[in-house]
T-cell receptor, first 114, second 113 residues
Framework: SQTIHQWPATLVQPVGSPLSLECTVE??????LYWYRQAAGRGLQLLFY??????ISSEVPQNLSASRPQDRQFILSSKKLLLSDSGFYLC?????????????FGDGTRLSIL | QKEVEQDPGPLSVPEGAIVSLNCTYS??????FMWYRQYSRKGPELLMY????GNKEDGRFTAQVDKSSKYISLFIRDSQPSDSATYLC?????????????FGQGTILTVHP
């Protein structure tokens, strides 16, 4: 069966510090991968998606970037965090090439910026 | 107008009640519909996935889609305290390789013993 791992589960960072959140998927090959941010009471906002290694698409302009160095690894980064980057970050995967398939989520990273 | 509207609740019901959760949408291109359950401090978990009008049943859960009215529902029978969570509807128009989902805002449900 497929599993998705995210770490760390919780992170507290000062303003201006760098960020690296990692997500890995097991049990499937060539998945589509996604990064979302969920603010309290505001639903899920798609940040990035990737249909293959090195292929990253951004949905919204922001202070963050994403990379996919391996087929089942997705990384969310920032060089200098802002207060507005606080939130709950979720990684998800879906079957590649099938745009109608549901997405499956990890348990997220709760990021607090001080 | 948001593409997907979902009553945020909160919704509080006694154990054993039938729960109805609803979403309306404006984009007629949406063809695939999902319901997710999200416990506090966890990621959303897929509950139901449907792609046609009508009903789909899985245990105590029934998903209903009415494309003519642009309305979807999730019914929970014999609700349990363990059903207490936030429920998110999501939908997808298909036609792309990466599957862009549009989510509702989520409904907070509490089932009390």
């Amino acid at each position: 069966s497929q599993t998705i791992h995210q770490w760390p589960a919780t992170l507290v960072q000062p303003v201006g510090s760098p960020l690296s959140l990692e997500c890995t998927v097991e049990g499937t090959s060539n998945p589509n991968l996604y990064w979302y941010r969920q603010a309290a009471g505001r639903g899920l906002q798609l940040l990035f998606y990737s249909v293959g290694i090195g292929q990253i698409s951004s949905e919204v302009p922001q202070n963050l970037s994403a990379s996919r160095p391996q087929d089942r690894q997705f990384i969310l980064s920032s060089k200098k965090l802002l207060l507005s980057d606080s939130g709950f970050y979720l990684c998800a995967w879906s079957v590649r090439g099938k745009g109608n398939q549901p997405q499956h989520f990890g348990d997220g990273t709760r990021l607090s910026i001080l | 107008q948001k593409e997907v509207e979902q009553d945020p609740g909160p919704l509080s019901v006694p154990e054993g009640a039938i729960v109805s959760l609803n979403c309306t949408y404006s984009n007629s291109a949406f063809q695939y519909f999902m319901w997710y359950r999200q416990y506090s401090r966890k990621g959303p978990e897929l509950l139901m996935y449907t792609y046609s009008s009508g009903n789909k049943e899985d245990g105590r859960f029934t998903a209903q889609v009415d494309k003519s009215s642009k309305y979807i529902s999730l019914f929970i029978r014999d609700s349990q305290p363990s059903d207490s969570a936030t429920y998110l509807c999501a939908m997808n128009a298909g036609g792309t390789s990466y599957g862009k989902l549009t989510f509702g805002q989520g409904t907070i449900l509490t089932v009390h013993p």
